[in-house]
């Protein structure tokens, strides 16, 4: 079935550095590909996505790419900040072979930024 | 225009005892998806269901899980007869319609233990 792999963390980072959280993917057809966010104590938010190869997804600084070829949609943010800090999930979603969006996730990766 | 609402946020039970997990869609959503997240593992779908009706089920345990969305009233999801390995995160998203235009809105989980 399909599966979505991703860096263990935590991902510890000095405000200001540079961010790359690995997700790989596996799927029979073409997904959709998400990241989401949660921060300490709130339900998971939608932090971009992207629905086709070459596609790039981004919102407040963060970006992914949707890469066919490595099967792959890594997260990345040039700048992080404190305010950062959570747990990121790289997601898909095959509605085409499942007709209706049902979210397959990875186990997250948390990233703490300090000061 | 309040998020998606779960309740509780923590639940504990002894094994053998039921527990009833809500979730309140947000204001105009008539489509709620279950997640369940085990430690260390990413969020595992479990059941779709609009007002009324089941429409996948596929994620959901064969025995002791059942799954309602009322016409009136939140989601409910149901264990009976609770075991240690059911203690876990329980997350419910919620859409306006299914399809990837349409977001699902993360409520902030129930975390069940069980004794």
């Known amino acids: 079935g399909d599966s979505v792999t991703q860096m263990e963390g935590p991902v510890t980072l000095s405000e200001e550095a540079f961010l790359t959280i690995n997700c790989t993917y596996t799927?029979?057809?073409?997904?959709?590909l998400f990241w989401y966010v949660q921060y300490p104590g709130e339900g998971l938010q939608l932090l971009l996505k992207a629905t086709k190869a070459d596609d790039k997804g981004s919102n407040k600084g963060f970006e992914a790419t949707y890469r066919k070829e490595t099967t792959s949609f890594h997260l990345e943010k040039g700048s992080v900040q404190v305010s950062d800090s959570a747990v990121y999930f790289c997601?898909?979603?095959?509605?085409?072979?499942?007709?209706?969006?049902?979210?397959?996730f990875g186990t997250g990766t948390r990233l703490l930024v300090s000061p | 225009n309040a998020g998606v609402m779960q309740n509780p946020r923590h639940l504990v039970r002894r094994r053998g005892q039921e527990a009833r997990l809500r979730c309140s869609p947000m204001?105009?959503?008539?489509?709620v998806y279950w997640y369940r997240q085990l430690p260390e593992e990413g969020l595992k779908f479990m059941v779709y269901?609009?007002?009324?009706?089941?429409?996948?089920e596929s994620g959901m345990p064969k025995e002791r899980f059942s799954a309602e969305f009322p016409k009136e009233g939140p989601s409910i999801l149901r264990i009976q007869q609770v075991v240690r390995g059911d203690s876990a995160a329980y997350f419910c998203a919620s859409s306006p319609r299914d399809g990837l235009r349409n977001e699902q809105f993360f409520g902030p989980g129930t975390r069940l233990t069980v004794l």
């Open positions: 799927a029979t057809g073409y997904p959709s």
């Open positions: 269901l609009q007002k009324e009706n089941i429409i996948d």
């Open positions: 997601a898909l979603s095959d509605q085409v072979n499942t007709g209706f969006q049902k979210l397959v």
């Open positions: 204001k105009g959503h008539s489509h």
